[in-house]
């Protein structure tokens, strides 16, 4: 009976190896290719026949490689330690790139807070000067056929909230187009680029409110300048947050990674990885 259980046990224990020692489906000089290998590069959700051609692709593809590398290697003779010096160091600076990358992904996790974007923007506004001007403004589309003309341009010239809400419902449902930029600066010129005449300039409107309305064959074009910044002025924080913000988490990430290589040189030194001859 022991004898038995015995046989039984190495015969499973050699079924095992057999599946782990995997066989090769084609060899050039010392490489081996195996079938795992085609598995991972063929997708599982196309048909039998395409899965065929592709893995004959792979197969073919991966020998003509390996056989150009032979004969690369056999006639560069000299240059192959140059070529080898710079793989290794682009795998050096892949891995040490990854490696900081996943630290300042762990330690930067915390967004810039607004104390620190409202303190850079008081200290450093000579850096934030507008090159264009911009405004607050409402700009929207109406075909000429659209209903209720007489009390969209009513609606349009007022300042009562009412009337504004009478607007924005109206140019939701029949304008072509409406942008409402009561809530952020944009550049005058964008909005006037959208005109049809488009004759008139940045520097030609600088007061707000302001009213222009223009027209083609099948359009009415309405802009509203509510508030306006001229050029050569300092730009509000508003219109700036976002640079400012790319601005301070380059420069976190900056002092992360010298502080990170002050740290890997203090611990080489202290432990004695490091010998200087």
């Known amino acids: 009976m ?27 000089f010392e490489s081996k290719l195996y079938r795992s290998e085609i598995k991972e590069f063929v997708p599982n959700n196309i048909s039998q026949e395409d ?16 056989l150009l590398l032979h004969k690369a290697i056999e006639n560069l003779s000299g240059e192959e330690s140059k070529i080898q010096k710079q793989v290794e160091d682009y795998r050096a600076s892949l891995l040490i790139y990854n490696y900081k990358q996943k630290l300042i992904d762990q330690k930067l996790e915390d967004e810039v807070n607004d104390a620190e974007i409202e303190d850079y923007y008081q200290k450093n506004q000579k850096n934030f000067v507008l090159s264009t001007p911009i405004v607050k403004a409402l700009f929207f589309i109406v075909p000429k056929n659209a209903p209720n ?9 007022s300042e009562k909230a009412t009337d504004r809400e009478n607007l924005e419902d109206y140019c939701l449902t029949n304008a072509r187009k409406y942008d409402n930029f009561n809530d952020d600066w944009i550049e005058i010129k964008y909005l006037l ?36 910044i001229k050029e050569q002025s300092n730009a509000p924080l508003s219109y700036v947050r976002d ?35």
Request: glycine content about 2%; proline content about 3%; hydrophobic content about 35%.
């Open 2 to 28: 022991k004898y038995t259980t015995l046989l039984i046990l190495l015969s499973l224990l050699s079924c095992q190896r057999q599946k782990q020692v995997e066989q090769p489906i084609a060899q050039v």
């Open 51 to 66: 899965s065929a051609i592709m893995a004959q692709n792979y197969i073919r593809n991966w020998i003509t490689q390996k």
């Open 149 to 157: 003309l007489k009390e969209l341009r009513k609606w349009f010239h």
């Open 193 to 228: 680029n959208l005109l049809p005449k488009n004759d008139k300039g940045p520097q030609e409107i600088m007061n707000a409110p302001q009213y222009i309305e223009e027209e083609d064959e099948e359009n009415y074009y309405f802009l509203k300048i509510n508030d306006i």
């Open 243 to 277: 640079d400012i913000t790319l601005i301070l988490k380059n420069k976190k990430k900056l002092q992360f990674e010298n502080e990170l290589e002050r740290q890997i040189n203090e611990e080489g030194r202290q432990k004695n990885y490091v010998k200087i001859y």
